[in-house]
């Protein structure tokens, strides 16, 4: 089975820094696609980054941009030049490219922006 | 810009009572799911349905839990007989059509069984 695993609880960051949340993987797959969502105090999940695993490309997103390690089974998401509004619950989570479609979260980690 | 909707935002139920937790999906898309969020914990899945049957369902979603697309908007999960550890953030999602496409969140639902 797939899990995906976010060792970091919480973290804080100054505003207008950069900051690199973590996520690890477990899949026998070679398909398979991974996303980081952000869940404010609305509680809200909004997705914020997919990428594809066959891609070698990182994907990017203005502000957001992930560093993605396949041999590692790495995925982790660089926030630069944080915002207030950048703080939240942000979740990594995985989705088989097939048969399974549903999606598997982290645990997450609550991420503080320090003004 | 499109989004899924959710009603209730809260829910207050006692225990043994049924709920139904209502969600309007994208208009166009095809695929539609549950996930719940029990406080302080992640996101897990519940249930899948497309075409008008269950495509997939976890071991949470027993006997209890029901979904139903009543009509051409709206689709629902029904919790037949309400538990403390019921008491969760329910979130519905939906997709369009191909695999690829993304799953698109709603607001969710905070159900609280007293």
């Known amino acids: 089975a797939q899990t995906v695993t976010q060792s970091q609880p919480e973290m804080s960051v100054q505003e207008a820094e950069t900051v690199t949340l973590s996520c690890t993987y477990d899949?026998?797959?070679?398909?398979?696609?991974l996303f980081w969502y952000k869940q404010p105090p609305s509680r809200q999940m909004i997705l914020v980054i997919r990428q594809e695993a066959y891609k070698q490309q990182n994907a990017t997103e203005n502000r957001f941009s992930v560093n993605f390690q396949k041999a590692a089974k790495s995925f982790s998401l660089k926030i630069s030049d944080s915002q207030l509004g950048d703080a939240a619950m942000y979740f990594c989570?995985?989705?088989?490219?097939?048969?399974?479609?549903?999606?598997?979260f982290g645990k997450g980690t609550r991420l503080h922006i320090l003004p | 810009e499109p989004e899924v909707t959710q009603t209730p935002s809260h829910q207050v139920t006692q225990m043994g009572q049924e709920v139904i937790l209502r969600c309007v999906p994208i208009s166009n898309h095809l695929y539609f799911y549950w996930y719940r969020q029990i406080l302080g914990q992640k996101v897990e899945f519940l249930v899948s349905f497309y075409n008008n049957e269950i495509s997939e369902k976890s071991e949470i979603f027993d006997d209890q839990f029901s979904v139903e697309r009543p009509d051409g908007s709206n689709f629902t999960l029904k919790i037949r007989s309400t538990k403390l550890e019921d008491s969760a953030m329910y979130f519905c999602?939906?997709?369009?059509?191909?695999?690829?496409?993304?799953?698109?969140f709603g607001p969710g639902t905070r159900l609280t069984v007293l």
């Open positions: 999602a939906s997709r369009w059509l191909i695999r690829t496409d993304t799953q698109y």
């Open positions: 899949t026998s797959e070679s398909d398979y696609y």
């Open positions: 989570a995985y989705r088989s490219g097939g048969g399974d479609d549903k999606i598997i």
